[in-house]
């Protein structure tokens, strides 16, 4: 199985920063593409950023400029730096990987449990 164990959630000012970091482990053969989503209070859960496997990044519209995806492949961790916070920034966010675990096995999506961000007026 894998896990995915996030950290770094908390409560901040608007304008303030926060860095999160999720880190897989367990039986990963290799990991695609690895993805930030959030879901703000009462409403759907939404793609924030994600990275792949050689580096390219995607960005949902609303964080672009105030938000960077990176991930350390030797680790099997991703991080999302998150600047110029804004209460609207407010949810759980959730860590998703696409991973395979073994030579013959298809890629498979797993999760993180969520962290909570909670951005301050």
């Known amino acids: 199985q894998v896990q995915l164990v996030e950290s770094g959630g908390g409560l901040v000012q608007a304008g303030g920063s926060l860095r999160l970091s999720c880190a897989a482990s367990?039986?990963?053969?290799?990991?695609?593409?690895m993805r930030w989503y959030r879901q703000p209070p009462g409403k759907q859960r939404e793609l924030v950023a994600a990275?792949?496997?050689?580096?390219?990044?995607n960005y949902a519209d609303s964080v672009k400029g105030r938000f960077t995806i990176s991930r350390d492949n030797a680790k099997n961790t991703v991080y999302l730096q998150m600047n110029s916070l804004k209460p609207e920034d407010t949810a759980v966010y959730y860590c998703?990987?696409?991973?395979?675990?073994?030579?013959?096995?298809?890629?498979?999506?797993?999760w993180g449990q969520g962290t909570q961000v909670t951005v301050s007026s």
């Open positions: 367990g039986r990963i053969f290799s990991i695609n593409d």
């Open positions: 990275v792949s496997s050689g580096g390219g990044t």
């Open positions: 998703n990987a696409v991973v395979r675990t073994g030579t013959s096995s298809l890629f498979a999506n797993y």
